[in-house]
């Protein structure tokens, strides 16, 4: 769903990334909450203020990731694989296959990440009061506003449309009473896309009523989920094709494999020059120990080809996801964006019976998308 994001640590085994765009909205909640608290406590200084903006926004974004953190949390106790969470521009979004868990632990694994920003939204707003004691007026006024916050952030999500946690519930009640998911999904993401255009309205209409910086935020997080409602249901459809084929139906087989030892340039010239093939395993000792793909020759020098090995060159297994040849295609997907280099061996038995990339696999769906 998202571009290319950024990997910043594991928590509790959970894989945490950033995409590029969370930092558009670090600058302006951080900005946004300086305003804030300057205008409400005019006696702040502008250090104080800036130290103040910048450790509520933190604690913002804690809020965010702990909403995403209890999906994740609730999904691997019920048994379904979390892949990440992604931080992005609106907030988060956890990577969890919940699609073929049934109905009643999506509703389950949708349902807490709202109430868990509900309970912190209380717990903040319960510090706000209680701390007044012992907190400067800005710092409990500061803990009081992300109660607020968290609040609104729950009632956000539980908007019916597709992919916020409404429409995540939605979608497990129609699925649970017609036993469709690809209805279910069709109707949520539908939902999904009114519920944005709603909001995009919205924003224009305040915007044309002299409120540009509200209205400019309601029109971009309208236009935003509804996009996304959209790349959603696209996303289920080319799951549901993979899960109705393996990876036979699409692996590249009978590769020429290379040895490690020869140099680079009798590679290039004694097979990648006389084979259409992109990846080419690595064997040495009657066994596979990587694989090298066109790319990586790339980028080597020229000048260097007679002087480097193909196993200096190579990706190691370590680097290369590997699946049997009966695997469907929504795992290989899995490997493939787990894989740095988009290559996926198919092996069995020790022995590589084929391959597949990236590029071979979106050209695989794109015909398929043809009979569709």
């Known amino acids: 769903m998202f571009g290319r994001s950024w990997r910043i640590g594991r928590i509790g085994g959970v894989e945490i990334r950033v995409d590029p765009s969370w930092l558009v909205i670090v600058v302006l909640v951080a900005y946004s ?4 608290f300057t205008f409400a406590y005019r006696g702040l200084s502008t250090g104080a203020g ?42 988060g979004a956890t990577e969890a296959n919940v699609d073929a868990q049934g109905p009643r632990k999506e509703f389950v694994v949708s349902v807490v990440g709202p109430l868990s920003s509900l309970a912190l939204g209380g717990l903040l707003w319960a510090a706000s009061v209680l701390g007044r004691s012992v907190l400067s007026p800005p710092e409990a006024g500061a803990l009081g506003y992300l109660g607020w916050i968290n609040v609104i952030l ?44 709603l909001l995009l309205a919205t924003g224009l209409f305040l915007v044309f009523g ?25 996303q289920f459809e080319i799951r549901a094709r993979m899960r109705a084929s393996d ?3 699409v692996m ?28 080419f395993p690595v ?44 695997a469907r295609l929504e795992e290989v997907l899995d490997r493939l964006e787990e894989s740095p280099t988009g290559v996926v061996l198919v092996m069995q038995g020790g022995e590589v019976m084929g391959v597949v990339t990236a590029d071979g696999l979106t050209g695989w769906l794109r015909r398929r998308s ?3």
Do not use: K
């Open 252 to 279: 590249e087989e009978g590769l020429d494999a290379v040895p490690a030892d020869i140099t680079l340039q009798d590679a290039v010239d004694e097979h990648v020059l006389r084979r259409r093939q992109e990846v």
């Open 33 to 36: 909450l300086f305003l804030q």
């Open 50 to 91: 800036l130290a103040l903006a910048a450790g509520a926004a933190i604690l913002f974004f804690g809020s965010v990731l702990a909403h995403e953190m209890t999906h994740a949390v609730t999904a691997r106790r019920m048994g379904i694989p979390v892949r990440d969470i992604t931080l992005f521009v609106f907030g």
């Open 247 to 249: 990876v036979e139906d």
């Open 154 to 197: 729950a009632g956000f999500n539980l908007l019916p449309g597709f992919p916020l946690d409404g429409g995540r519930i939605l979608r497990s009640a129609i699925w649970g009473a017609t036993g469709s998911l690809r209805l279910a999904t069709r109707v949520a993401t539908l939902a999904g896309q009114a519920v944005g255009y």
């Open 210 to 234: 002299g409120d540009l910086v509200g209205g400019v935020w309601f029109a971009a997080i309208g236009w935003f989920l509804a996009a996304t409602a959209r790349a959603s249901y696209r």
């Open 370 to 372: 043809l009979a569709a």
């Open 283 to 326: 064997s040495e000792d009657g066994r596979t120990v990587g694989a090298l793909t066109v790319a990586a020759i790339r980028h080597v020098p020229r000048g260097d080809w007679e002087r480097r090995t193909v196993r200096d060159c190579m990706v190691p297994m370590s680097g290369l996801g590997v699946v049997p040849p009966h």
